[in-house]
């Protein structure tokens, strides 16, 4: 079988993606420094990204108790309240991602103090040029460089004077999980004793449904984009309780035949009345949708929980790349879109 076959793996995993995941446990705790201008605590802070560079968002509240509203804006435009009281942090790896870029403009406009986070590109540039506090990503790979983004966050906030508690400890968890779990989902951990392995062998040729309850939601995102991005398979994520109002109705009826794979991330740190809804869910859809692959979610706190359920998706979407018989790396979709929607840019290029 190719998944245990490590010569085919290397050959199908062409830029090591799978060593890529393997040294996400080296992030949380490397600090990062921070250049340029200085900052101040603000009424509320507005994190501008797309993508995976949005994911740590969603992460950091997990980790560390921010003393005022935080938005995730993955959008053009801004929310009408971002003003001078506001710190706007635009991050994007590349530098050059044109919504974050755009929401930065609209940022400076109104006055908002400003921080970046980036490995280069115009973000980079703009915030070099023009003193704003800077936090410059290592060259992780950028759809595994989740962990250091979280922690550049988190030092954002903390000198803004933001943060209510020291998210070390958490970090210090977060790597020591990441370091343990990593060993069990390998490469060379053969199939019948590892679970991304088998996981990736269920969801081959299905749309995947990714559930969780509202504390695990940042890590069934992730599995959401691990899916897109790795296995070039169509994904999707569902939030108990929301999804109970909603889509748990639309699995009752149509399409007839559902060639989908159902997977619940459960946490026992979820409200109870939150985890009874995933059993009596499960209960009345009975022959109604696929059985879920239920993940039970390890490790004693949040962040823990985090970590294991976010790192098993990254592997489960490499492998279930290997399995489509794809390179997990390129996306050139992307690439073309990204052509399309800037014609003179690829002009440019060609010149």
């Not at 190719?2 to 062409?14: A, F, Y």
């Not at 994190?47 to 995976?52: F, I, N, R, S």
């Amino acid at each position: 079988m190719v998944l245990d076959d490590l010569r085919k793996i290397h050959e199908r995993d062409t830029q090591d993606l799978l060593g890529a995941i393997a040294r996400q446990n080296e992030q949380p705790t490397r600090e990062l420094e921070l250049k340029g201008g200085r900052l101040h605590a603000a009424r509320n802070v507005v994190y501008g990204a797309m993508g995976g560079s949005a994911l740590p968002g969603l992460f950091v509240p997990a980790l560390a108790s921010i003393r005022v509203p935080m938005e995730v804006v993955r959008d053009y435009d801004l929310p009408a309240y971002v003003g001078d009281d506001t710190l706007f942090i635009a991050a994007s790896f590349s530098g050059n991602t044109e919504e974050t870029l755009a929401a930065l403009k609209q940022a400076e406009a109104r006055g908002a103090q400003i921080a970046v986070i980036t490995n280069g590109g115009q973000l980079r540039r703009i915030a070099e040029g023009k003193g704003y506090m800077l936090a410059v990503l290592p060259g992780f790979f950028p759809r595994f460089s989740l962990w250091q983004s979280v922690r550049a966050l988190l030092q954002i906030l903390e000198t803004a004077g933001m943060l209510g508690d020291d998210f070390r400890p958490q970090l210090e968890a977060v790597t020591r999980q990441l370091s343990t779990a990593a060993q069990l989902w390998c490469p060379e951990a053969a199939a019948r004793d590892n679970q991304a392995k088998q996981t990736a062998l269920e969801l081959m040729g299905k749309s995947v449904a990714v559930y969780s309850g509202p504390k695990l939601y940042p890590a069934a995102y992730k599995w959401k984009l691990s899916c897109n991005e790795s296995a070039k398979q169509v994904a999707w994520t569902g939030q108990y309780p929301e999804s109970n109002h909603n889509d748990f109705t639309g699995w009752s009826k149509q399409p007839v035949e559902k060639p989908y794979a159902v997977v619940e991330l459960r946490s026992s740190l979820e409200h109870p009345r939150i985890q009874k809804r995933f059993t009596e869910s499960e209960r009345l859809l009975s022959g109604m949708r696929p059985a879920p692959i239920v993940v039970t979610t390890e490790g004693r706190t949040l962040p823990e929980q985090l970590a294991w359920s976010a790192l098993l998706g990254d592997y489960v979407g490499v492998y279930l790349a290997l399995l489509n018989g794809l390179d997990p790396a390129p996306l050139p979709l992307v690439d073309k879109l990204k052509q399309a929607m800037n014609p003179s840019d690829q002009a440019r290029n060609v010149r």
